[in-house]
């Protein structure tokens, strides 16, 4: 047998489909060095290098490019590069299996390495490069680093240097189908840096003046989700702002001059080819509306005009290049309008026949290779994931992911899609998504279908791992996973959303199952499934417990959906009952005491911090059929309580864990008394402030008892807890930490000194064990304590003797310690010594003579810092509730100032909280009535905020919400009327105005005649 055909033999074992050929491209001299001993023949190729260009999609097509990107090098007259090359062939690792595996995989990637081989060298050292680098990688190289090279040219180059590393990577992965979303997202983050760099060409293009347009944009469809394909157009929408000083009309028409170069940049054909076309088709009315508009365009369009499948599309919308900031206000804004959406008549019969039309438009001969439109394909998969987002996503933040996987596991993880099932897409998604790939990479040509030509199938199948029957077993795949995508798509897409309650009938819920979905929907249900669900969990049977939920739920359901959320209110609702349904009395109370069940209604449909206090303790709802339920106890009856359920346990931790679950009881009652209109915003802090210092003063008692048995010696003196801040002036919110100082003095040791030293460090074990008792475990919800505002800070000693405050004070005390000084009144501990404190801080805090000059300058000196170092990065002043322009802190600041100054000589002045202060000033001639009118207005509005914000969301908010819905809720827990949330803003806006103005006046100076006219 001749040396030839005993070659052939062996590239066709090892996967050459034209051996013969092969043969002849072994022999040629540009292969001589890869060769031990420069004969012809494949036999004297090194066995592991024939087998790793074996290995390839397309070891004949690998074969081929090795020997064009030889020669072209070889070309290129440097040897170095081309000894570099061999010995990378030579050496077995990955940088030869990747080289060798694009030349395998793509025609398209040989031609660029003949164009450029020196840039085998990104292939070989391929890593991921994050998407800041990318960015960064081809703005330089259109701009510092592209020589003489044109701008076009050089990011055609930078782009496919970026190409060829992801592909690199791509296609020697041990697993692709499982490494294929980290692939598009590589993909859409080297899209996203051509943009970028795209936009910088346009920019120089433009000339001086391209500053004036703020021009960011949008990347759509799978650009912004994060999951582009190897070839794609990338659709992008433009938005425009104008920079500070310039008209919309100029930005507008610098805008659409820059954003036509960035198409042109992208899409043009130089001597290095093109990229993409960028397609701005998704803009506002397609291809017949203006390139470019502005965030107000945009919106307006979206919330008159829009089509059902314009919302649909803005699901992927992503800030991709450009003015980011402009961007996140362009998603701030449209994001509502997208959730809002599925509310739209007909929505989801729009979209179940958009997926029709689609299908229909698909060639029938095509249909069955059809990976991305057609039965069974990406689209299958992408719309089923999309509808479920817009329908439950209004409601659950976690499914608002613009990129397809991520929402199916959300999704999932919701309980809107079987686990299973949810599986099942996944891995067909990531499946399809690889073959689509990989048919892509070949010519790097824009393809959705499935090849015929078997040539093609082959290389198809083996790259996608099958070397054994390649061409049936890649079809075999692609049938599989269709047939299970398609069945999957039918059932969540055509499926009735809202599931009908078979086991209620008319008679029993007034309503039929078909009634109850649309009165649902009709009464504001964001998800009428979901309701129904519920419903059907609480009145299915024959119980006792089904037949009263029957008589109440039908006026129930009203009382939530007057409220913003009557979804989370119904779901409350049920994990109440479902914790209480079997004890006798509630079921009883609610359908008797008609009063108890319309407050839970609209407490647990206007609050979720309501909600959740009520959740954690079923039992509380009592009180809502308790004469006198909602009162708040006083600080008295509190401390007595709380004392008597701390006496009946054996620890300081049990002892403190009673007081706090009285604690948290409480703040529910205080909860729905202000939900339900019983206190206002004053009372609220008084309430929380009186039930706060009874739980310190107890906690005190029991932490000191603590430390006394585990130390074996009394305390030896009293300790004094001194509220600051909120707490000392009366005004805590839901969210307020407790601002204390801590006083002690040792007892008299009758002819011997106090024992100062010991008296110190038995305090400070005491207020440590206080802390921590007051925040150990969350079985109770904590209570913080924050003693920050202490003589030196958190750098010196938690508590002090009352000698060593008063050393302080006389010594080294700054202004700003007098006027926190204002605020402070003892919360807890003996009288005397409270009097005895309050004596030595009344002279600080209310100086004879007032300030000085200098201590007025530090107070102005440092609001000014204050405003410029404690507003969050990102803020905005004019909505920031606290530190923001004219917010709680212009209010109480300007008041304290007043204080400082004028106490003295006014006693009405000497008191700790900022109403009764401003209306002493204001009754004083101080503060004209005005300016008192603006600072009370606005000071009572940022309180109400605050307090809104934590009973809506079940959390501190900082700022007035621009989110309609977060609007909404708030807005009706202050007293606004259902559809005036976009009115919110702008109300506030409007009262902080006013206070800024009396603020800065007042603060700064105070004439006779005030700054804000009645």
């Given at each position: 047998?001749?040396?030839?055909?005993?070659?052939?033999?062996?590239?066709?074992?090892?996967?050459?489909?034209?051996?013969?050929?092969?043969?002849?491209?072994?022999?040629?001299?540009?292969?001589?060095?890869?060769?031990?001993?420069?004969?012809?023949?494949?036999?004297?190729?090194?066995?592991?290098?024939?087998?790793?260009?074996?290995?390839t999609?397309?070891?004949?097509?690998?074969?081929?490019g090795?020997?064009?990107?030889?020669?072209?090098?070889?070309?290129?007259?440097?040897?170095?590069?081309?000894?570099?090359?061999?010995?990378?062939?030579?050496?077995?690792?990955p940088?030869?299996?990747?080289?060798?595996?694009?030349?395998?995989?793509?025609?398209?990637?040989?031609?660029?390495?003949?164009?450029?081989?020196?840039?085998?060298?990104?292939?070989?050292?391929?890593?991921?490069?994050?998407?800041?680098?990318?960015?960064?990688?081809?703005?330089?190289?259109?701009?510092?680093?592209?020589?003489?090279?044109?701008?076009?040219?050089?990011?055609?180059?930078?782009?496919?240097?970026?190409?060829?590393?992801?592909?690199?990577?791509?296609?020697?992965?041990?697993?692709?189908?499982?490494?294929?979303?980290?692939?598009?997202?590589?993909l859409?983050?080297l899209?996203?840096?051509?943009?970028?760099?795209?936009?910088?060409?346009?920019?120089?293009?433009?000339?001086?003046?391209?500053?004036?347009?703020?021009?960011?944009?949008?990347?759509?469809?799978?650009?912004?989700?994060?999951?582009l394909n190897?070839?794609?157009?990338?659709?992008?929408?433009?938005?425009?702002?104008?920079?500070?000083?310039?008209?919309?009309?100029?930005?507008?028409?610098?805008?659409t001059?820059?954003?036509?170069?960035?198409?042109?940049?992208c899409?043009?054909h130089?001597?290095?080819?093109?990229?993409?076309?960028?397609?701005?088709?998704?803009r506002?009315?397609?291809?017949?509306?203006?390139l470019?508009?502005?965030?107000?365009?945009?919106?307006?369009?979206?919330?008159?005009?829009?089509?059902?499948?314009?919302?649909q599309?803005?699901?992927?919308?992503?800030?991709?290049?450009?003015?980011?900031?402009?961007?996140?206000?362009?998603?701030?804004?449209?994001?509502?309008?997208?959730?809002?959406?599925?509310s739209?008549?007909?929505?989801?019969?729009?979209?179940?026949?958009?997926?029709?039309?689609?299908?229909?438009?698909?060639?029938?001969?095509?249909?069955?290779?059809?990976?991305?439109?057609?039965?069974?394909?990406?689209?299958?998969?992408?719309?089923?994931?999309?509808?479920?987002?817009?329908?439950?996503?209004?409601t659950d933040?976690?499914?608002?992911?613009?990129?397809?996987l991520?929402?199916?596991?959300?999704?999932?993880?919701?309980?809107?899609?079987?686990?299973?099932?949810?599986?099942?897409?996944?891995?067909?998604?990531?499946?399809?998504?690889?073959?689509?790939?990989?048919?892509?990479?070949?010519?790097?040509?824009?393809?959705?279908?499935?090849?015929?030509?078997p040539?093609?199938?082959?290389?198809?199948?083996?790259a996608?791992?099958?070397?054994?029957?390649?061409?049936?077993?890649?079809?075999?795949?692609r049938?599989?996973?269709?047939?299970?995508?398609?069945?999957?798509?039918?059932?969540?897409?055509?499926?009735?959303?809202?599931?009908?309650?078979?086991?209620?009938?008319?008679?029993?819920?007034?309503l039929?199952?078909?009634?109850?979905?649309?009165r649902?929907?009709?009464?504001?249900?964001?998800?009428?499934?979901?309701?129904?669900?519920?419903?059907?969990?609480?009145?299915?049977?024959?119980?006792?417990?089904?037949?009263?939920?029957?008589?109440?739920?039908?006026?129930?359901?009203?009382?939530f959906?007057?409220?913003?959320?009557?979804?989370a209110?119904?779901l409350?609702?049920?994990r109440?009952?479902?914790?209480?349904?079997?004890?006798?009395w509630?079921?009883?109370?609610?359908?008797?005491?008609?009063?108890?069940?319309?407050?839970?209604?609209?407490?647990?449909?206007?609050?979720?911090y309501?909600?959740?206090?009520l959740?954690?303790?079923?039992?509380?709802v009592?009180?809502?059929?308790?004469?006198?339920?909602?009162e708040?106890?006083?600080?008295?009856?509190?401390?007595?309580?709380?004392?008597?359920?701390?006496?009946?346990?054996?620890?300081?931790?049990?002892?403190?864990?009673?007081?706090?679950?009285?604690?948290?009881?409480?703040?529910?009652?205080?909860?729905?008394?202000?939900?339900?209109?019983?206190?206002?915003?004053?009372?609220?802090?008084?309430?929380?402030?009186?039930?706060?210092?009874?739980?310190?003063?107890?906690?005190?008692?029991?932490?000191?008892a603590?430390?006394?048995?585990?130390?074996?010696?009394?305390?030896?003196?009293?300790?004094l807890v001194?509220?600051?801040?909120?707490?000392?002036?009366?005004?805590?919110?839901?969210?307020?930490?407790?601002?204390?100082?801590?006083?002690?003095?040792?007892?008299?040791?009758?002819?011997?000194?106090?024992?100062?030293?010991?008296?110190?460090?038995?305090a400070?074990?005491?207020?440590?064990?206080?802390?921590?008792?007051?925040?150990?475990?969350?079985?109770?919800?904590?209570?913080?304590?924050?003693?920050?505002?202490?003589?030196?800070?958190?750098?010196?000693?938690?508590?002090?003797?009352?000698?060593?405050?008063?050393?302080?004070?006389?010594?080294?005390?700054?202004?700003?310690?007098?006027?926190?000084?204002?605020?402070?009144?003892?919360?807890?501990?003996?009288?005397?010594?409270?009097?005895?404190?309050l004596?030595?801080?009344?002279?600080?805090?209310?100086?004879?003579?007032?300030?000085?000059?200098?201590?007025?300058?530090?107070?102005r000196?440092?609001?000014?810092?204050?405003?410029?170092?404690?507003?969050?990065?990102g803020?905005?002043?004019?909505?920031?509730?606290?530190?923001?322009?004219?917010?709680?802190?212009?209010?109480?600041?300007?008041?304290?100032?007043?204080?400082?100054?004028?106490?003295?000589?006014?006693?009405?002045?000497?008191?700790?909280?900022?109403?009764?202060?401003?209306?002493?000033?204001?009754?004083?001639?101080?503060?004209?009535?005005?300016?008192?009118?603006?600072?009370?207005?606005?000071?009572?509005?940022a309180?109400?905020?605050?307090?809104?914000?934590?009973?809506w969301?079940?959390?501190p908010?900082d700022?007035?919400?621009?989110?309609?819905?977060?609007?909404?809720?708030?807005?009706?827990?202050?007293?606004?009327?259902?559809?005036?949330?976009?009115?919110?803003?702008?109300?506030?806006?409007?009262?902080?105005?006013?206070?800024?103005?009396?603020?800065?006046?007042?603060?700064?100076d105070?004439?006779?005649?005030?700054?804000?006219?009645?």
């Amino acid at each position: 047998m001749s040396r030839t055909t005993s070659t052939t033999g062996t590239l066709a074992r090892l996967g050459f489909a034209h051996p013969d050929r092969a043969v002849s491209h072994l022999a040629d001299p540009v292969l001589a060095a890869l060769r031990g001993d420069g004969a012809d023949g494949g036999d004297a190729f090194a066995d592991s290098l024939l087998q790793a260009i074996g290995d390839t999609a397309d070891p004949d097509q690998a074969l081929l490019g090795l020997v064009r990107v030889l020669e072209s090098l070889q070309r290129q007259g440097d040897p170095t590069d081309l000894r570099s090359l061999v010995d990378e062939l030579l050496a077995e690792g990955p940088g030869r299996d990747r080289v060798l595996g694009v030349l395998g995989a793509s025609t398209a990637l040989v031609d660029e390495l003949v164009r450029h081989p020196g840039h085998w060298v990104d292939a070989a050292r391929a890593q991921r490069h994050t998407a800041e680098e990318v960015r960064a990688e081809l703005v330089a190289a259109v701009t510092t680093e592209r020589g003489s090279t044109t701008a076009l040219d050089a990011l055609r180059i930078a782009y496919r240097r970026g190409l060829l590393r992801i592909a690199a990577r791509d296609i020697t992965s041990a697993d692709p189908v499982a490494d294929m979303p980290t692939v598009g997202e590589a993909l859409a983050e080297l899209a996203e840096a051509a943009l970028e760099a795209a936009l910088a060409i346009a920019r120089e293009e433009y000339g001086d003046g391209h500053e004036q347009c703020r021009l960011a944009i949008i990347g759509m469809g799978k650009t912004g989700g994060g999951e582009l394909n190897y070839v794609s157009d990338v659709d992008v929408i433009f938005v425009a702002e104008p920079a500070d000083g310039v008209d919309e009309e100029t930005a507008l028409r610098i805008g659409t001059a820059l954003a036509s170069a960035t198409m042109r940049a992208c899409s043009a054909h130089t001597r290095e080819g093109t990229l993409w076309p960028v397609d701005a088709g998704l803009r506002p009315e397609g291809k017949q509306g203006p390139l470019v508009r502005t965030i107000r365009s945009h919106q307006a369009y979206y919330e008159r005009w829009a089509k059902t499948w314009e919302f649909q599309a803005l699901l992927k919308a992503w800030v991709s290049a450009g003015d980011r900031e402009v961007g996140l206000r362009y998603k701030e804004a449209i994001s509502p309008l997208v959730w809002e959406a599925a509310s739209r008549e007909h929505f989801v019969e729009d979209v179940q026949a958009m997926r029709r039309r689609v299908e229909e438009h698909v060639p029938a001969n095509e249909a069955a290779r059809q990976l991305k439109l057609g039965p069974g394909g990406l689209r299958d998969v992408e719309f089923s994931v999309q509808l479920l987002q817009l329908v439950h996503g209004r409601t659950d933040p976690s499914l608002r992911s613009a990129t397809t996987l991520e929402a199916l596991a959300a999704l999932a993880k919701g309980g809107y899609v079987a686990r299973d099932d949810a599986a099942t897409l996944d891995r067909a998604y990531r499946h399809l998504r690889c073959l689509e790939h990989r048919i892509q990479l070949h010519r790097l040509r824009r393809t959705h279908l499935l090849p015929d030509n078997p040539a093609d199938l082959r290389r198809l199948g083996r790259a996608m791992g099958h070397r054994t029957h390649p061409v049936k077993s890649v079809v075999a795949d692609r049938q599989a996973v269709a047939r299970e995508v398609r069945r999957i798509h039918e059932r969540l897409f055509y499926r009735p959303l809202l599931a009908a309650v078979a086991r209620l009938s008319p008679d029993e819920v007034g309503l039929s199952p078909e009634a109850a979905r649309e009165r649902l929907r009709a009464l504001g249900f964001r998800d009428p499934a979901g309701a129904l669900r519920h419903i059907e969990a609480l009145t299915t049977g024959v119980s006792r417990r089904a037949a009263i939920q029957r008589q109440l739920l039908p006026v129930m359901l009203g009382w939530f959906a007057d409220e913003a959320d009557p979804d989370a209110g119904l779901l409350s609702f049920r994990r109440v009952s479902d914790a209480l349904g079997t004890t006798h009395w509630y079921l009883k109370m609610l359908r008797d005491e008609g009063r108890a069940a319309d407050r839970l209604a609209h407490s647990l449909a206007r609050s979720r911090y309501a909600a959740d206090l009520l959740i954690r303790s079923p039992d509380s709802v009592s009180m809502l059929g308790e004469p006198g339920g909602l009162e708040p106890r006083s600080r008295e009856a509190l401390t007595a309580t709380m004392r008597a359920a701390a006496g009946r346990r054996e620890s300081g931790t049990d002892a403190v864990l009673a007081v706090r679950a009285i604690r948290r009881n409480e703040v529910l009652r205080i909860v729905m008394a202000d939900l339900a209109g019983e206190l206002d915003v004053r009372q609220v802090g008084a309430a929380l402030t009186d039930l706060n210092a009874a739980t310190l003063a107890v906690s005190l008692e029991a932490a000191t008892a603590e430390v006394e048995r585990r130390e074996g010696v009394p305390l030896g003196g009293d300790l004094l807890v001194v509220g600051m801040g909120s707490f000392g002036g009366g005004e805590m919110g839901y969210a307020s930490d407790a601002d204390v100082m801590f006083v002690h003095r040792a007892h008299d040791a009758g002819d011997e000194s106090p024992d100062e030293p010991g008296m110190q460090a038995r305090a400070t074990l005491v207020v440590q064990e206080l802390k921590k008792l007051l925040t150990a475990g969350a079985s109770e919800p904590p209570l913080p304590l924050d003693a920050d505002l202490r003589p030196e800070g958190k750098n010196g000693p938690i508590v002090r003797s009352i000698e060593a405050y008063r050393t302080y004070y006389d010594r080294w005390a700054l202004t700003w310690e007098f006027q926190a000084l204002l605020r402070a009144a003892p919360v807890a501990g003996p009288d005397d010594l409270a009097r005895d404190f309050l004596q030595l801080i009344n002279p600080l805090r209310w100086p004879e003579g007032g300030l000085g000059d200098s201590q007025v300058r530090d107070i102005r000196l440092l609001k000014a810092r204050m405003e410029s170092e404690r507003l969050p990065r990102g803020a905005d002043p004019g909505t920031h509730i606290k530190l923001g322009r004219g917010g709680l802190t212009d209010v109480e600041w300007t008041v304290q100032l007043q204080q400082l100054t004028h106490a003295h000589a006014t006693p009405s002045l000497q008191v700790t909280s900022t109403l009764p202060a401003l209306d002493a000033l204001e009754a004083a001639g101080l503060i004209p009535a005005a300016d008192a009118a603006a600072l009370r207005e606005a000071w009572l509005l940022a309180a109400m905020l605050r307090n809104a914000g934590v009973l809506w969301r079940g959390r501190p908010v900082d700022s007035v919400p621009d989110v309609l819905r977060d609007a909404d809720g708030m807005g009706r827990i202050i007293g606004r009327h259902a559809g005036e949330a976009s009115g919110l803003l702008e109300h506030w806006r409007r009262v902080a105005r006013r206070a800024r103005t009396a603020a800065s006046f007042n603060f700064y100076d105070s004439p006779p005649r005030g700054s804000v006219m009645p």
